[in-house]
């Protein structure tokens, strides 16, 4: 619920918002709120578990999130 508090206080559709995280909890708590579920491979877990997880993107470097904001 606290994803999509968040979308509620910005006024941003959750398809509109990309959760970043680097755990399969993160990636599932973006899909459940209906979020852009966007992992990160340099954090706890790997790019199988995130994938399956339901990450629909994977960043290997922190400065690839600001490619992908353009």
């Not at 973006?30 to 790997?46: E, H, N, P």
Request: net charge positive.
């Amino acid at each position: 619920t606290a994803a999509w508090e968040l979308s509620l206080a910005l006024n941003v559709r959750p398809e509109r918002i990309g959760f970043v995280g680097d755990t399969k909890i993160d990636a599932q708590t973006a899909t459940r709120a209906g979020m852009i579920s966007v992992g990160v491979l340099w954090g706890f877990r790997g790019r199988d578990e995130l994938t399956q997880a339901g990450a629909k993107l994977l960043l290997e470097r922190p400065e690839d999130l600001l490619r992908h904001l353009r």
